[in-house]
Each structure stands twice: as structure tokens, then as C-alpha cells.
């Protein structure tokens, strides 16, 4: 009986380790603060629109580059590139993001609204211009309203367009990013936002507040609930409005041109997430191994000495002569 009180033990203080190292490294990860940067490019410049952050994060700018410091894990920045850069050449036109090493071709694989999850940069990414047409992006509430006005881009027939939400305060977007092919028609190159007033405000990390957030928003940001001023209270044309249920989690990325069967919550892949994300599950992995062989040898240990009197200082010499075989025959 006491050889399997001693094991119990043991577990028990295993556990507690486990919980407090846990506990640590999580208000540790909570105190720490990242950064993203903005570049424009060589093609372009930074308009010092289309940028929104949460509240208590700083922004800078200078030099074509914009620096956001302060962040928190699981905060979010909205970004439209196609708001916060214009191209300086007419050959090419603003597509969207990437991060900073890859090329434009992966600019869609990078959503313009960032959740925080470590330090990046990103670059403004550029398409070469063609037979180019307009697309439109509107910003309604589930009844039609217009919350922002509506803004006015152009991109290559045929290209897969990415989009995302802008900010707008006491709302959530039904998605934070839509993707849909353009049309060489421009009345079907229409992108809807639908965004869902909240009970209470919401800061920019999709996260009810008792107050609403301080954070920097870009000149389109209305009042809540607050047509754009001039704008009438429809529905815009070109597309279906889609109400959001209450409370629902905004999703990651709709495909319009598969309305049926929406990429409804669907998160990005770790390649296709911008930042880095440090995780503690290998390092609990290693504890929780080195804890298990401290178990069994103490089990070895203890079995060997209750069979053979042997004394502590014996002990490196038997765990020399530890045979798998041996542990198998004693059971």
C-alpha cells in the first residue's frame, strides 16, 4: 500500500506543477504586447486611410510605412489595402495584402482584417492593370440601411477579388472577408458587408465592451445605427442582402461565387495566417514525458527494493542493468 501511495503522490504533484507552470506562461503571454508594420511598396504610397485599431494600441507613420504597436494576442486590425494605399503607376492597380518575403501572388491568401497572433509585416500587393472594371463594396445592417458609403475599386476581369469588412462601431460584419470573380458586366461585381448591431458596443477584436473602443478609425467609420449622411435606407442594388442571427461569429471568408454553399466559419490554413504563433503544447509534451520515465523508474525502484532490500546508494547500478524484458517478467 505504500508503494501505490508514494505513486499517487507523485501524480498529484505532477498535476500541480503542470497547473502552475500553465497558469504562468498564460499571464506571461497575456502581459506581452506585439507588432505589425505596413509597408506600400516600391509601386505605391500609404493614404493613411482604410485603418482601424483596437483600444489601447498606438499607430505611427513615416517613410511609406505604417507601424501598429501595442497589440494584444487575439485582437484584430482591419485593413482595406485598397482604402490605406493608391498605386503611383497607372499599370497597376492595388490588389490586396501579403506578408512581407512572399509575392503578389499570394496576396489573397493574406485577409485584410488581421487577427494579432505575433509580430508581421505586410506589404501592399499589386496587380497589373488590363481591361480593367469597377467593383463595388457597400456597408448595410440586415435591414438595408447604409452604415458607410459605398466604396468604388477596379480589378481585371477574371481575377479572384478579395475584400474585406471595414470597421464600423456597435456592429459585426456577417463576414470579415468576401472573395467573388469579376465580371466583365460591372452590375454583378458587387461585394455586401452585412453587419449586425450588437446590445452593447463592440471594440475592433469582435469583443462586447462596456464602453465603446478608443481605438483609431479610418474617416468612413459612421456612428452606430447612423446612415451615411445623404445616402437613402435600402438596400443597395446588385445583391441579395443576407440577415446575420443575433449573436452569431462573424465568418472568416464567404465565396460569393458559391453562395449556395458558403465557406461558412471557415478558418484559414496556418500557411495562409499572417503572424507567428507560439504555442506550449511541445514544451508540456516534454514535461509531461520526462515526468512519465521519472514515474517509472521510481516504480522500478521502489518494486526492486520491496522484493531486495536494496539501499539508495545501489541504485545507479541497478538502473544500468534495467532490461525491458526484466520489467515484463516482473509483472
Known amino acids: 500500500m505504500k508503494y501505490f501511495n508514494k505513486i499517487r503522490i507523485s501524480l498529484l504533484i505532477l498535476s500541480m506543477m503542470l497547473v502552475t507552470f500553465g497558469q504562468t506562461t498564460a499571464a506571461a503571454d497575456q502581459e506581452y504586447t506585439y507588432t505589425i508594420k505596413l509597408y506600400a511598396g516600391n509601386i505605391g504610397s500609404l493614404t493613411g486611410d482604410g485603418i482601424t485599431i483596437p483600444e489601447g494600441a498606438a499607430m505611427s507613420s513615416g517613410g511609406n510605412q505604417t507601424v501598429i504597436t501595442g497589440l494584444k494576442y ?56 488590363g481591361d480593367m472594371v469597377s467593383y463595388t463594396v457597400n456597408y448595410v445592417d440586415t435591414a438595408g440601411n447604409i452604415l458607410l458609403a459605398a466604396d468604388t475599386y477596379y480589378g481585371n476581369p477574371g481575377e479572384r477579388q478579395y475584400v474585406s469588412a471595414r470597421y464600423v462601431d456597435g456592429y459585426l460584419p456577417q463576414a470579415y472577408n468576401l472573395v467573388k470573380t469579376l465580371q466583365s458586366n460591372t452590375a454583378e461585381n458587387v461585394f455586401n458587408f452585412v453587419y449586425t448591431p450588437v446590445e452593447t458596443p463592440v471594440d475592433e477584436t469582435g469583443t462586447a465592451t462596456a464602453t465603446p473602443a478608443g481605438g483609431t478609425a479610418d474617416a468612413g467609420t459612421a456612428d452606430a445605427g447612423a446612415p451615411a449622411e445623404g445616402a437613402a435606407a435600402a438596400a443597395p442594388e446588385g445583391g441579395e442582402v443576407v440577415p446575420v442571427e443575433d449573436e452569431e461569429v462573424p465568418q472568416d471568408l464567404v465565396d460569393l461565387d458559391d453562395e449556395d454553399t458558403p465557406l461558412a466559419n471557415q478558418k484559414l490554413d496556418d500557411t495562409e495566417r499572417p503572424g507567428t504563433r507560439m504555442g506550449y503544447m511541445p514544451i508540456y509534451t516534454g514535461i509531461g514525458a520526462a ?41
Open 74 to 129: 487575439g485582437q484584430k486590425v482591419w485593413i482595406s489595402p485598397q482604402s490605406a494605399a493608391k498605386e503611383n503607376d497607372g499599370r497597376y492597380y492595388v490588389k490586396g495584402l501579403r506578408l512581407s518575403g512572399r509575392d503578389n501572388s499570394e496576396a489573397s491568401n493574406v485577409p485584410g482584417n488581421i487577427d494579432v497572433e505575433g509580430d508581421a509585416s505586410y506589404v501592399i500587393a499589386y496587380g497589373i492593370s
Open 291 to 331: 515526468a512519465a520515465a521519472a514515474l517509472l523508474l521510481t516504480a522500478i525502484y521502489l518494486k526492486r527494493r520491496r522484493k531486495s532490500a536494496v539501499q539508495p546508494e545501489d541504485l545507479p547500478e541497478i538502473l544500468e542493468n534495467i532490461d525491458i524484458k526484466d520489467i515484463e517478467d516482473d509483472k
